[in-house]
């Protein structure tokens, strides 16, 4: 298998959360995914999700109409081959939030992310049903 640094799968990735595009985000995601975020997440949802369909659906495609999320890298470190730290922050409608993503990428799609999060600074957002 051969296989580049992982940055632009990276980057594919944080673009298509910023367009909100499910389709994409499935492009993005291997199929094997893995989704850990922080526990304290004001967020209903479940804590880790397991394969690209179960994220894209459970986490990503239920936030309700109306809730403001942006996710914004600010900061793209490699640690090693397909192992990377992204920094920066979320932002809301008057909130922000700082984040560490470890990520790790396969095939030229994310593999996994494991989201550290201060929890304290969201706000509690609604998930539609």
């Known amino acids: 298998m051969s296989d580049d640094s992982g ?3 990276v980057r594919k990735f944080y673009d298509s959360l910023a367009a909100h595009d499910p389709a994409a985000l499935r492009d993005a995601v291997h199929e094997d995914f893995v989704l850990t975020l ?3 997440l004001p ?3 479940d804590r880790e999700f397991r394969g690209r369909e179960s994220a894209v659906r459970n986490l990503w495609g239920r936030l309700a ?3 403001e999320l942006h996710c914004e890298p ?3 470190l490699p640690v090693a081959p397909n192992e990377f730290v992204v920094l920066g922050h979320y932002r809301g409608d008057g909130w922000r939030a700082p984040f560490a993503h470890i990520l790790t990428t396969k095939d030229g799609r994310l593999l ?3 989201q550290i999060t201060d929890t304290r600074c969201w706000p509690e957002l609604m998930a539609a049903s």
């Open 7 to 9: 940055q632009p799968a």
């Open 38 to 40: 922080s526990p304290g």
């Open 43 to 45: 967020l209903p949802v």
């Open 65 to 67: 109409d109306g809730v």
């Open 74 to 76: 600010d900061r793209l």
């Open 112 to 114: 996994s992310l494991r």
